[in-house]
């Protein structure tokens, strides 16, 4: 497909790029407004945020602190550093922890499957500390890598401070960081994500239910966690799909768990009712073939450095034109992945959007003929353009 080409193409289908931020106000009913702190929506697929009010202010996140901590134990499952089965032995530190609890005993030995399941299902405070200190040796260390993971997932406004988020001045989060983390969780594990969904968990005698009411309520969510201190108010951490659409809404200091079931789904609601999300592209499909000078060969692939995965307000595909720009003289050695080029997306005659062309395969420097073969005909290239 030639450059030309796929700009005709491109143009009937990159509309879903655009922000709802880029359209006229009165094409959609305005959001609905939350009894919440903060809140923000956001589609899963695109990481557009669609909604939000206050969403970068940081406040204690209560119990989606545990978000995080179930994150480090899948990561550290995937990457073979602990094991499914493994047994984790209960400190009395972990046993004494204060808060909602698992119920696991001192001295026992529990899996880091079991203690998972009680961290996401029970928000066991008891289970949180127990599986990090398995993981990192103490709740301290197990904090820097909270932190660690914090700048690795770009949460600007996150810093964590024990893995249970128990009250600690130095321990805060945001809704739109929540959102982030909650993107990841989905993507990266499907299998551990699964876990979520379950509404309840039994363990010691005891059957505890999932605090998030949405799973009950709405057979499109499917996860994600709530969280409740006195300081924070209740918060909530949710995910639907419909449609093969799935948002992620968040919302931090509500006034009860009634209310932050209902607030979420407002926002559910609305995000389901107006927008939509399309991929159409996925990062690594051949676009179109630009030419370079002084190679071995005389094209390159090109691709988009990212799925190219749009969210707008629902009707808006016709509005919207887009066209692909290569970098002038591309000149080898040209490495897989460099960036050569851009696709930009225009309302009327305003770039609302652009993604990064690279090359998809590598090019390396040609011989010395071919060098100098090149150098001329650049010479007098620019001398007649």
Request: hydrophobic share 45%; charged share 20%.
């Amino acid at each position: 497909m030639n450059i030309t080409t796929f700009a005709k193409r491109l143009c009937l289908l990159v509309p879903l790029l655009l922000s709802p931020a880029a359209f006229a106000v009165e094409m959609m009913p305005s959001p609905p407004q939350l009894a919440a702190k903060s809140y923000v929506l956001m589609d899963a697929s695109s990481g557009n945020v669609l909604v939000e009010n206050n969403g970068d202010q940081r406040l204690p996140p209560a119990s989606l602190t545990k978000l995080m901590t179930a994150y480090i134990a899948t990561l550290e499952i995937r990457r073979g550093q602990i094991g499914e089965n493994d047994p984790v032995t209960v400190s009395e530190n972990a046993w004494r922890t204060g808060g909602s609890r698992m119920f696991i005993k001192v001295g026992s030995q529990v899996t880091v499957s079991d203690l998972l399941h009680g961290i996401i299902i029970q928000s066991g405070n008891d289970a949180s500390v127990a599986l990090s200190e398995h993981i990192a040796g103490s709740e301290d260390a197990f904090a820097d890598m909270m932190n660690k993971t914090v700048a690795d997932l770009g949460m600007t406004n996150s810093h964590f401070m024990n893995p249970t988020g128990l009250p600690n001045p130095e321990h805060y989060s945001s809704a739109h960081d929540m959102a982030v983390l909650a993107r990841a969780i989905i993507h990266e594990d499907p299998a551990h994500y699964a876990i979520y969904s379950q509404k309840e968990f039994f363990w010691n005698g005891i059957k505890q239910p999932n605090r998030n009411l949405l799973l009950w309520r709405d057979k499109t969510v499917d996860g994600l966690k709530t969280g409740h201190t006195e300081e924070a108010g209740y918060c909530m951490v949710s995910s639907a799909v419909r449609d093969g659409m799935r948002l992620i809404a968040v919302v931090f200091g509500t006034n009860s768990e009634v209310a932050r079931a209902s607030e979420t789904q407002k926002l559910l609601t609305y995000g389901f009712r107006f927008f939509e999300t399309q991929t159409f592209y996925q990062k690594g499909a051949e676009l179109a073939q630009a030419p370079v000078w002084k190679g071995t060969t005389n094209q390159v692939k090109a691709g988009l450095a990212e799925d190219l995965t749009m969210t707008l307000p629902k009707g808006q595909l016709k509005k919207l034109a887009a066209s692909m720009i290569m970098n002038p003289q591309l000149i080898a050695p040209i490495a897989k992945g460099d960036v050569i080029g851009k696709v930009e997306v225009k309302l009327d005659d305003k770039v609302v959007h652009s993604a990064d062309l690279i090359a998809l395969d590598a090019v390396d420097e040609g011989g010395i003929f071919r060098r100098m073969w090149d150098s001329i005909r650049l010479f007098f290239y620019g001398l007649f353009n």
